[in-house]
């Protein structure tokens, strides 16, 4: 059986820079498209899949539907990056990806290679997945490695409100917003299941035994980029060699807009993760226990006011 792996998230927390990587390794095939989407296309979560609907391709290519015009965003989006790099082999899939049925059998085509490559994709929203999706994930790639990338939750809560605020093209200004509003923002269904890492964990545990669930820290992109790739590479069984590391590896993708988080803001987030991030720091140690610190010295320094949200 060809081995497999999937790149479950954190959002925000370098997974488009572990896509563009892993790429570059001619031991490891990736889809032309980063995020497939799959096994999160149930209404239930808060993500943005066209999947979450079997609807027929002429009403997915016409329709009205929010799901519809999603489709089309996605499609018109995927022929902008086929342009700028064509091939046929991607031509092929994209017609498998867009025109096909959307089953399991269509999702393995999608990761299937001719050639002997460790083949895998990394959708971040699969953090949100509960036990019986999980479940689907294993009945179906029983011997798949799982990749989780965990990011401060308080910088990937700030990294995301200001993403967000990118992709939405808003005029407002951050920085003009209350700090109610923008904690309401994060304490929306989409943000609350993307920030549990203890609960990710424990579902993903409970399935895929512990050598084949890489844990890792954004901090480590930051830190010693080169040294998480080569981790990363002996954890899926490919020639883990710096020599393919491109001389842009430290370069980061998807940055947000930079700007300091409100003060307030940071003491409520603080206040909200600092359950989460004593057990990380307790179960997983390393840069959590950095997290834990700085946590500590934002809820040790006075506030202006009480945030309630």
């Known amino acids: ?13 370098g997974t ?36 979450s609907c079997s609807r027929n391709l002429l009403q997915r290519l016409v329709g ?16 902008y990056f086929f342009l700028k790099d064509p091939s046929l082999e ?16 269509w999702y393995l085509s999608l990761l299937d290679r001719e050639v002997e490559l460790i083949s895998g994709e990394i959708t971040p929203a699969y953090s949100m997945l509960d036990e019986s999706d999980v479940a ?39 920085t003009s917003m209350s700090v109610e509003q923008l904690a309401d923002i994060v304490n929306n269904k989409s943000f609350e299941l993307r920030s549990d890492y203890i609960k990710t964990l424990r579902i993903w545990q409970d399935k895929f035994s512990r050598e084949n669930l890489f844990i890792g820290f954004y901090d480590e992109i930051l830190a010693d ?28 993708v998807n940055q947000s807009p930079k700007k300091d ?11 909200k993760f600092y359950p989460q991030v004593k057990e990380l720091s307790s179960t997983l140690g390393g840069f959590a226990d950095r997290w834990l610190v700085d946590i500590e010295e934002i809820l040790a320094q006075p506030q202006s006011k009480e945030v309630s949200a």
Do not use: C
């Not at 009205?64 to 965003?73: A, G, H, I, N, P």
């Open 1 to 13: 059986m060809k081995a497999h792996f999937i790149g479950i998230g954190a959002h925000k927390a």
């Open 136 to 174: 689907d994930v294993y009945n179906m790639l029983p011997h798949a490695k799982v990749i989780f990338l965990l990011r401060n939750p308080i910088d990937r809560a700030w990294s995301a409100i200001r993403y967000r605020k990118k992709r939405r093209r808003s005029r407002e200004d951050i």
């Open 225 to 252: 980029p080169e040294k998480l790739l080569l981790r990363i590479f002996q954890f899926l069984s490919v020639e883990s060699s710096n020599q393919y590391i491109s001389a842009d590896f430290k370069k980061r």
């Open 261 to 271: 988080i409100p003060q307030d803001l940071e003491f409520y987030l603080a206040k």
């Open 16 to 51: 488009t820079w572990l896509h563009k990587n892993l790429n570059k390794h001619p031991e490891i095939w990736l889809p032309p498209k980063k995020e497939l989407h799959y096994f999160d296309r149930a209404k239930k979560y808060p993500s943005p899949s066209h999947l």
């Open 90 to 105: 991607n031509l092929r899939w994209y017609f498998r990806y867009y025109l096909g049925r959307h089953d399991d059998e």
């Open 64 to 79: 009205l539907k929010k799901v519809d015009k999603s489709y089309r965003t996605e499609l018109l989006h995927s022929i």
